[in-house]
């Protein structure tokens, strides 16, 4: 809890230094939940990946914007390898991000395996997002903790003709990072074109990072009805993979990869590494007459992906098709408004998994071949009911999730099928107007989550044919909205959810993951969060923002062998975390942004037996503007980990032999400059 009072405490000194409160923060449009309606006005837990917060930051960082949301914890257990957790655990995801939907411009990152590769998205590529927190399988399918929503066009173009950035930095441990944008727009065209390159040596051991990026966006106004859109992207992403260490060689060398044990090579001898070549393609059409709007994503992908890995040599060919229908009419009652929102969503996924003994990073005899069949789709209704005072959802879905399997070699045998619960995922919301800028809001929702194809297909090589969908009801109450003449943005939120047949991490005899359900686990907690902004005298810019969550998580019921580990905090989350983020700007040229974040100590295993430390990261960004006619240059200087912090941003739970640390990067320099126009 000291850091947290630290954090706190710099709040404390940004508002009391202020002269005077004057300048008005905007009630941010969101679209969440399908109606566009203000924030304050949604009856629901919204988090806010906020434009202006990107500038605040190392220019390649999406773990830390991420993290300025109340309920939100991003790691990076190595560089490009990221999880992430909406108000859960890391329980189900040793790396990559389970249990989460993600959508990208209205299309859906997440396959039909319930994988995301967010890892493909360079930071300059998200512009805007709004974070679901809480169950949403009412409105999106499956998912426990919450949703995604990530935008790329920057609204703040659509009034220019021609606009664009571009920028460079380069800094410590041989990070290098380049990014070009340029939007054209007209009354019947608008594109954005998107290229980005990161290279990065990395501060320990077999940990470098290469990836480039593109992307083409593009929208066309066919008539007053009728638009259509596209989305291109490609992605070619390579890193390597350091491994664990244990304490002992964590505290003595940090920086060293996983050292060879036994008759395993380390990371080094068997050249860890991930590789990802990715194409995703989408195309929109939007319907619009009157009070109906209709939506047509269709979307295809292909993924390459090569991992050589401790254990053995894995390559995956997977191909995705999804298509999304949504269908809203949004009418006027008097003074009230009723929004009606019906539709649905399927997806399939084909894997062709091969699977190799590891040779130092070379392909030896083959193990297994397998053919992975995934095919997930649901139906969703919503109707919303809104007043001067009141406002009620109440949505729900009806879901399906099939997996097919195929093993070729050693042995050929028929196709298997494999088909977890998905059970009806109901949802209501009520929210009353207490003014016209503070709000109360309650919320009942179930959600689920069916297991992705990683924990049906662990490393074991093995199908877990009895593996189920976890699930469990959530109820909410919150209060949201702005003070001090809106110039005060706070939202404040108290959960309780429990969760049946958790999907639990395990490893085998050889240090082999695979995946069990595990009972229940209560996942309660709160979340916090401010945002302030100020204007002083002599051109003085002042934006903060604070977020602190509070998760007390513990398991109800976990049997397993002889133990059972009823009551033990849950694995790998902090009960505290704190993150605040403030700039303070002057004469529209200089500026200094810092950002703070506390995480308390976690359990490591879920016996409880070791815990990682508690930890204080800062960052400080020092910078100079130039606004010339129609473009501004801006230069900085960064310094991350400011207090050279020695911590595992991204711990393996559960590790064998006791390897549960990836060490992060100590104190940092970078150096940059953008343009933009």
Not at 252 to 271: E, S, V, W, Y
Not at 480 to 498: E, V, W
Not at 561 to 574: A, I
Request: charged letters at 15%; hydrophobic letters at 35%; proline letters at 4%.
């Amino acid at each position: 809890m000291k850091y947290f009072f630290l954090c706190f405490l710099g709040i404390s000194q940004s508002v009391f230094a202020q002269e005077s409160f004057t300048d008005s923060l905007p009630d941010a449009q969101v679209q969440s939940f399908l109606s566009t309606s203000q924030w304050k006005s949604t009856p629901a837990a919204i988090g806010l990946l906020e434009p202006s917060q990107k500038n605040w930051i190392a220019p390649q960082q999406i773990v830390s914007r991420f993290n300025l949301v109340a309920g939100v914890r991003m790691e990076e257990r190595s560089p490009g390898s990221y999880r992430l957790a909406i108000r859960g655990s890391l329980l189900r995801s040793p790396f990559g991000i389970r249990n989460i939907r993600v959508y990208y411009n209205g299309f859906s990152l997440t396959d039909a395996t319930g994988n995301t590769y967010l890892n493909l998205l360079d930071a300059t590529q998200i512009h805007s997002g709004e974070v679901m927190k809480g169950p949403v399988a009412s409105i999106y399918g499956a998912g426990t903790t919450g949703g995604v929503i990530l935008q790329s066009n920057p609204n703040s173009i659509l009034n220019k003709k021609w606009a664009g950035e571009a920028g460079m930095s380069i800094g410590s441990f041989g990070l290098s990072h380049q990014h070009f944008q340029t939007h054209f727009n007209n009354e019947k065209f608008s594109s954005s074109f998107y290229q980005s390159r990161l290279h990065q040596v990395g501060y320990r051991q077999q940990s470098l990072l290469h990836r480039d990026a593109l992307q083409w966006n593009a929208k066309w106004k066919l008539n007053s009805i009728w638009n259509i859109s596209t989305l291109v992207l490609w992605t070619g992403l390579y890193y390597q993979t350091p491994g664990g260490l244990t304490r002992a060689q964590f505290e003595a060398n940090p920086q060293m990869a996983r050292p060879p044990a036994g008759t395993l090579g380390g990371a080094i001898q068997q050249q860890s590494s991930i590789r990802n070549n990715t194409l995703f393609t989408g195309v929109a059409f939007e319907r619009k007459l009157n009070n109906s709007t209709s939506q047509i994503f269709i979307q295809q992908s292909t993924v390459d992906f090569t991992n050589p890995f401790i254990t053995n040599y894995e390559k995956r060919k997977e191909e995705n098709l999804g298509v999304r229908l949504v269908q809203k009419w949004d009418t006027k009652l008097g003074l009230d408004r009723i929004v009606w929102s019906i539709g649905g969503e399927y997806q399939t996924n084909r894997s062709s998994i091969q699977n190799w003994n590891n040779l130092s990073g070379m392909q030896g005899n083959l193990l297994v071949k397998d053919v992975v069949f995934a095919k997930q789709g649901f139906t969703f209704a919503q109707i919303e009911w809104i007043s001067r005072k009141w406002t009620a959802q109440f949505g729900t879905s009806f879901n399906y999730l099939g997996y097919s399997y195929i093993r070729e070699f050693p042995i050929n045998t028929p196709k298997q099928n494999i088909s977890p619960n998905s059970p009806l995922a109901p949802r209501i919301s009520v929210g009353y107007a207490m003014n016209n800028n503070q709000r109360l809001y309650a919320s009942l929702s179930r959600g689920f989550s069916a297991p992705s194809l990683a924990e049906i297909r662990p490393s074991t090589n093995q199908f877990a044919d009895q593996l189920r969908a976890e699930n469990g009801w959530n109820v909410e109450l919150g209060w949201k909205g702005f003070l001090f003449n809106r110039s005060l943005r706070f939202d404040l939120s108290a959960y309780h959810f429990i969760l049946q047949n958790a999907i639990v991490r395990q490893l085998n005899q050889a240090g082999v993951e695979y995946f069990i359900n595990a009972g229940s686990v209560q996942q309660s907690g709160l979340d916090l969060s401010f945002q302030h902004q100020t204007i002083l005298r002599k051109q003085q810019l002042i934006e903060w923002s604070f977020s602190y969550s509070f998760q007390p998580y513990q398991f109800l019921n976990y049997p397993i062998g002889s133990n059972n580990f009823k009551n033990n905090r849950l694995t790998g989350v902090p009960r505290h975390q704190a993150v605040f983020g403030a700039k303070y700007q002057w004469h529209k040229k200089w500026y200094i942004t810092n950002f703070l974040q506390s995480v308390g100590k976690l359990p490591l295993q879920d016996s409880n037996e070791n815990f990682a430390d508690a930890f204080l990261l800062g960052q400080v960004k020092l910078g100079y503007q130039v606004n010339k006619q129609n473009a501004q240059w801006d230069c900085f200087l960064l310094i991350d980990n400011i207090f050279n912090q020695q911590y595992s941003l991204g711990n393996d739970i559960n590790a064998a032999a006791a390897r549960f640390f990836n060490a992060a990067p100590s104190r940092s320099i970078q150096v940059g400059v953008k343009l933009s126009w």
